[in-house]
């Protein structure tokens, strides 16, 4: 099971945290110092995984980004390597080319795609298709809620000014 | 521009603050500045959602600052209350936020979460299955053990909602409901069965998970879908889901990890299972092995499953194939998994190896820190006999580059378990550990310490006494020459002493002052580590008896001599108990002495005589000179006996090793009902199982004499039930009071009636020394608690006990004229018991009392034992007490039947049935009687129960058998 999601840029700024098991206020900075350090010190050539505690980190680069992902020791490395790409497949269909700034201005949006990337530290959907359907369903509903809310503002402005 | 370009990117209207916000603290150049920005925003946020009528829309984005907040490592809780407020709004926007906010902000222990449970449960009703999402996703981070049941029923209920994203979220809530409390949810266990048959392959995907956790907990009751999870995987293997769950044209890969996951639990020694998947595990690798990484994350688990479950030798052959591409690749990752598979394939067949010998090697030298460590994980699973030096060696070497703590001492568990295992010789095994502890220090788990003494202790387990003595003149050896380094840790140095002090003087080779200089001055130079001290005190101690008791002068030099009387003052109550035990030690006769810290005596059991029988004659004459009865605690506080009896029923669980009363509980009370039952029949005592046991059960063999006894004195005959104290005495520390009265400090008081006080109290130091597991189990306030309180109620009761009998229990007079008949019937024993109420001892200060022995003391104290030398046979009696022809013929009827029962009553098996399970006995528990009996003799604590022992043994019944107080007592 994934212990928790850390997104980290370059300069150890944290982007994104979800933390699927209880850590307190004080193991998170812990876990999130320990872990920024040792993964942006590594080189590019070594393999994608620190051991972290008793548990592992597999992390990737993307441009700025480092996503990271503790799991436990028997979980399957490659596979949660994987689970990193395909969340960022799907920020890039999402947002269309998604880059640092994306995820700084609409973090919220980040974690409502990772909500439905990953639940209770499982991966929860491999098909993409249906994780935009859903990110859509759910803006669309937003967009009319909010054209109604105009509407609805409108015809009382209009109704105090006739 | 840059505006431009950043509200091109922002969707939900965030306003201008926050968008500065963001890009200040994009834009800092430091963490202070940083800090400082974010601190501004937290006052800022404080001071707007404080305000009332906050715009719902405003609200939301505050909420979304907050979470910002909170990401950079603020503390932003005083916001917490307002997202759990925006979890109640209508519009799906602000209630997905609230829910974000909060299932980021709680932990399911947080006090807000009964705020939330009333919504969820609403949400959860709705029809519109996006809020049903949102609150489901909410639910499996926020929902805890106990309000599990409060949203249970709707979560089931949604397995059958018609949207398949619902299905799935609520069979991913049943799973963490599993985690978080199984018990809880077990009876909707076989709907992970029902799921894995929907038709959306992602709800089924979603059971797996669940089940696999399941299968983990337990295999059996799931071994019936192995055809199930065979046919699902051959299938997804052979690209029947739909393309919509490919991976990079992998099909569903992350579904085939899952299942081969499964069935690698499934097929465990299980050769019919795996037979089963034999064929499927074939294509599955065939077909994965198209070089792109999540091909390889399935062609790894495959290696995993194949080599978990029952072996297949073509299967093997082609996860090695798989294996040696892997290690042989430039891709690191590869490589790593490549040493992780043939860690695994290792395990069955340790040829597979051999060929990837350089390719380990390599992975040992480069210089990926996590390539490095997973090797060297890899070699601790290989080593054998052979290359345990090789492989040691490397570890060490890698232990002195790492940094971090947690890993260091990962490393040296493992090293000093190949070390133990393995060691070719005394000489290395003893330098493997002084380096390991030297590098981790008191990284080092204290149970490697202790376990490194007793291997000391009782050799290499074969029955070469050459070699062990050999092993202990080393460790003394080499303990020596460490002692020249400047700091050393804390349990090496425990270990030091420890062995110093149990064979410092055994080979001869260094004088017993030659040891204790280097003890006193080990314990000078680490004056502030009480623990240590400790030890080297009881070392000395050690290193003197023996000395004393083969006949030589104590190694007391001045410089010890000052050090004693230093320690005799210092505040640690531990060091000055130890200190003046030792220093009455000294004053001991060599037997005495001998007895009390034999050689090389650190394997042999001790026994103890937890009912504290030897003292029933004690007691009895106590009570005819017109001591009080002991009371119990509640009883004189004015508490009914049921609260009592509860109190001391009490602390429950598996294996009680606490003294049931005079300590604090944390535990919960229990409802009272249970002891308010037992209360109505007398002669039902159906307790909760707790710390109650069935004598009989507990004692096995041992309870062969109690058929005999119970008949003869009861004759309902109850299932007997007592007070599970095994254990209890194995406290180290001061002595307590069930600690005290070992039987072989009984026999040797019979021996030299001088020993008595002193005897006990020497006892406990000497079990405390040992490194036996239990040793790891101090409380040591405990017993200073207890001390307290028996003090104070000996200020309260003690000073009545020439007040003949008044006010005690309610069943007090009955059983003190019953003492006086069997008083009566006893010759000699109670014109010696004369009542003396010793004037208020210090019961803290122990060495007192065998400095200077008072007149009072030990005469009574030493008649109990013998008559009741025949309570204690079962235990092997130190050599030097041979029981003396007076004692001999007075425990005559008793010995020669205890002696029947001598075979079945093992060292260690005796139990301390005590007879507290009568809610009318006035005595709850015996064990609260312990020192004052024993040392002091506080007529006070006499009790009743005993008297009926010494009834029971007029009568002729074998007291072995505790549980005759209990039949006695109805």
Same mark, same amino acid.
């Given at each position: 099971m994934i212990q928790f999601v850390l997104l980290i840029s370059r300069q150890g700024k944290v982007r994104l945290t979800k933390w699927y098991s209880p850590y307190t206020q004080k193991e998170r900075a812990k876990a999130i110092r320990e872990i920024s350090s040792s993964v942006l010190s590594r080189g590019a050539k070594l393999c994608n995984i620190v051991e972290w505690k008793d548990k592992r980190v597999v992390y990737k680069r993307y441009a700025s980004l480092y996503f990271c992902m503790c799991i436990d020791p028997s979980d399957n490395e490659l596979a949660t390597l994987e689970t990193i790409h395909h969340f960022v497949e799907i920020l890039d269909r999402y947002f269309g080319n998604v880059c640092e700034l994306d995820l700084i201005f609409n973090f919220h949006k980040a974690y409502f795609i990772l909500d439905e990337v990953l639940m209770a530290g499982e991966l929860q959907e491999s098909s993409k298709k249906s994780v935009a359907r859903v990110i859509a369903a759910q803006d669309q509903l937003v967009e009319s809620a909010k054209e109604q809310q105009g509407s609805i503002s409108n015809i009382i402005k209009q109704a105090t000014q006739g | 521009m840059a505006a431009a370009l950043i509200s091109?990117?922002?969707?939900?209207?965030?306003?201008?603050?926050?968008?500065?916000?963001?890009?200040?603290?994009?834009?800092?150049?430091?963490?202070?500045?940083?800090?400082?920005i974010v601190l501004g925003e937290i006052e800022l946020l404080k001071k707007k959602m404080a305000e009332p009528d906050v715009p719902k829309k405003k609200m939301k984005e505050y909420v979304i600052r907050l979470v910002y907040v909170e990401m950079l490592g603020h503390n932003a809780s005083f916001g917490y209350i307002h997202a759990v407020k925006m979890t109640h709004e209508h519009s799906l926007a602000a209630k997905k936020t609230?829910?974000?906010?909060?299932?980021?902000?709680?932990?399911?222990?947080?006090?807000?979460?009964?705020?939330?449970?009333?919504?969820i449960q609403q949400d959860l009703k709705s029809d519109n299955y996006l809020v049903v999402c949102a609150a489901l996703t909410a639910v499996c981070k926020l929902i805890n053990a106990e309000t599990i049941p409060a949203v249970l029923n709707q979560v089931a209920e949604l397995l059958h909602h018609p949207k398949e994203l619902v299905r799935r979220k609520a069979v991913m809530a049943l799973h963490r409901f599993y985690q978080r409390s199984p018990s809880t949810v077990s009876h909707l266990m076989p709907r992970f069965r029902q799921v894995l048959c929907d038709k959306d392959p992602s709800v089924m995907s979603a059971a797996l998970c669940g089940l696999y956790e399941l299968i983990v907990a337990d295999a059996a009751p799931y071994k019936n879908l192995v055809a199930s999870f065979v046919s699902i995987l051959k299938q997804v293997a052979e690209h029947r889901l739909p393309k919509t769950y490919d991976y990079h044209k992998t099909p569903a890969p992350f579904i085939q990890i899952k299942l081969l996951k499964i069935l690698a639990l499934l097929g465990v020694a299980d050769k019919a299972a795996s037979e089963n998947m034999y064929s499927v595990l074939a294509d599955v690798l065939?077909?994965?092995?198209?070089?792109?990484?999540?091909?390889?994350?399935?062609?790894?688990?495959?290696?995993?499953?194949?080599?978990?479950?029952?072996?297949?030798?073509?299967?093997?052959?082609?996860?090695?194939q798989v294996t040696s591409r892997f290690l042989k690749?430039?891709?690191?990752?590869?490589?790593?998994?490549?040493?992780?598979?043939?860690?695994?394939?290792?395990?069955?067949?340790?040829?597979?190896?051999?060929?990837?010998?350089?390719?380990?090697?390599?992975?040992?030298?480069?210089?990926?820190?996590?390539?490095?460590?997973?090797?060297?994980?890899?070699?601790?699973?290989?080593?054998?006999?052979?290359?345990?030096?090789?492989?040691?060696?490397?570890?060490?070497?890698?232990?002195?580059?790492?940094?971090?703590?947690?890993?260091?001492?990962?490393?040296?568990?493992?090293?000093?378990?190949?070390?133990?295992?393995?060691?070719?010789?005394?000489?290395?095994?003893?330098?493997?550990?002084? /380096? +390991?502890? &030297?590098?981790?220090?008191?990284? =080092?788990? #204290?149970?490697?310490?202790?376990? @490194?003494?007793? %291997?000391?202790?009782?050799?290499?387990?074969?029955?070469?006494?050459?070699?062990?003595?050999?092993?202990?003149?080393?460790?003394?050896?080499?303990?020596?020459?460490?002692?020249?380094?400047?700091?050393?840790?804390?349990?090496?140095?425990?270990?030091?002493?420890?062995?110093?002090?149990?064979?410092?003087?055994?080979?001869?080779?260094?004088?017993?002052?030659?040891?204790?200089?280097?003890?006193?001055?080990?314990?000078?130079?680490?004056?502030?580590?009480?623990?240590?001290?400790?030890?080297?005190?009881?070392?000395?101690?050690?290193?003197?008896?023996? /000395? +004393?008791? &083969?006949?030589?002068?104590?190694? =007391?030099? #001045?410089?010890?001599?000052?050090? @004693?009387?230093? %320690?005799?003052?210092?505040?640690?109550?531990?060091?000055?108990?130890?200190?003046?035990?030792?220093?009455?030690?000294?004053g001991l006769g060599t037997d005495a002495v001998g007895s009390a810290l034999p050689e090389d005596a650190s394997c042999e059991d001790i026994e103890v005589d937890e009912s504290l029988s030897f003292l029933g004659a004690f007691v009895a004459a106590a009570r005819t000179a017109g001591a009080k009865p002991y009371i119990s605690e509640n009883e004189r506080l004015g508490l009914p006996p049921t609260t009592d009896l509860a109190t001391l029923l009490g602390p429950s669980g598996p294996r009680p090793a606490t003294p049931p009363s005079h300590s604090l509980r944390f535990e919960a009370y229990e409802t009272p009902t249970i002891p308010a039952r037992n209360m109505t029949p007398p002669e039902q005592p159906n307790y909760g199982a707790g710390d109650l046991m069935h004598v009989e059960a507990a004692r096995g063999s041992a309870a062969s004499g109690a058929p005999e006894a119970s008949g003869r004195g009861q004759t309902g005959g109850p299932p007997k039930l007592g007070l599970r104290l095994d254990g209890v005495q194995k406290k180290w520390g001061r002595s307590t009071y069930t600690s005290a009265p070992s039987t072989s400090a009984a026999s040797t008081s019979a021996s030299s009636s001088s020993a008595p006080p002193s005897a006990p109290v020497s006892s406990a130091p000497r079990e405390e020394a040992r490194p036996t597991p239990y040793v790891s189990d101090r409380r040591p306030r405990e017993p200073e608690v207890s001390e307290e309180k028996k003090k104070l109620a000996a200020s309260l009761f003690g000073g009545g006990a020439a007040t003949t009998s008044r006010g005690g229990g309610k069943a007090a007079p009955r059983p003190a004229t019953k003492t006086k008949l069997a008083e009566g019937g006893r010759a000699g024993t109670p014109t010696k018991s004369t009542p003396v109420p010793q004037p208020e001892v210090n019961l803290l200060d122990f060495g007192s009392d065998s400095e200077a022995p008072s007149s009072a003391a030990p005469t009574p104290a030493a008649d109990p034992f013998k008559q009741l030398e025949g309570l204690s046979v079962s235990t092997p009696a130190p050599p030097s007490t041979e029981p003396s022809p007076a004692v001999a013929a007075a425990a005559k009827p008793a010995f020669d039947l205890a002696s029947l029962y001598a075979g079945p009553t093992q060292p260690g098996s005796v139990v301390g049935g005590v007879s507290s399970n009568r809610p009318t006995s006035p005595v709850p528990g015996l064990t609260n009687t312990g020192p004052g009996l024993a040392g002091n003799g506080r007529p006070n604590s006499v009790s009743p129960v005993v008297n009926k022992a010494q009834q029971a043994q007029k009568a002729g019944i074998v007291p072995q058998n505790p549980d005759i107080f209990h039949d006695l007592l109805g």
């Open positions: - | 091109a990117q922002v969707g939900w209207g965030s306003s201008k603050e926050f968008l500065d916000l963001v890009k200040q603290i994009g834009e800092c150049r430091s963490k202070a500045e940083e800090d400082k609230g829910y974000l906010a909060t299932s980021l902000f709680l932990d399911d222990s947080h006090d807000l979460i009964i705020l939330i449970v009333n919504t065939r077909k994965s092995d198209t070089g792109a990484t999540i091909g390889n994350a399935i062609l790894y688990e495959g290696i995993a499953t194949i080599a978990a479950i029952y072996p297949n030798p073509k299967l093997l052959q082609q996860s090695a690749s430039e891709s690191h990752n590869l490589r790593y998994m490549g040493i992780d598979a043939l860690g695994r394939i290792v395990k069955i067949n340790a040829d597979f190896a051999a060929e990837h010998q350089l390719a380990v090697i390599d992975c040992l030298e480069d210089p990926d820190e996590t390539l490095k460590r997973k090797t060297l994980e890899l070699l601790f699973k290989m080593t054998k006999p052979a290359n345990v030096e090789v492989i040691v060696e490397r570890m060490i070497g890698y232990m002195r580059t790492v940094t971090d703590a947690h890993s260091k001492g990962t490393i040296a568990g493992k090293v000093i378990e190949l070390a133990e295992r393995f060691a070719p010789t005394n000489e290395w095994f003893i330098l493997t550990m002084n /380096q +390991v502890f &030297a590098l981790a220090g008191d990284l =080092v788990k #204290p149970k490697a310490a202790h376990d @490194l003494m007793r %291997l000391i202790a009782e050799g290499n387990g074969e029955e070469d006494e050459a070699s062990d003595t050999q092993l202990r003149s080393l460790a003394v050896d080499s303990y020596l020459d460490l002692l020249e380094a400047p700091k050393l840790p804390a349990l090496l140095l425990q270990v030091i002493c420890w062995v110093l002090g149990e064979y410092g003087t055994a080979d001869g080779k260094h004088s017993a002052t030659a040891i204790v200089t280097s003890l006193c001055d080990l314990a000078d130079r680490y004056s502030e580590d009480t623990t240590v001290r400790g030890y080297a005190v009881s070392a000395i101690q050690k290193v003197c008896a023996f /000395q +004393v008791a &083969a006949g030589r002068p104590a190694p =007391v030099t #001045p410089e010890v001599r000052s050090f @004693l009387d230093a %320690l005799c003052m210092s505040r640690s109550t531990d060091l000055q108990q130890r200190a003046y035990e030792l220093q009455a030690l000294l």
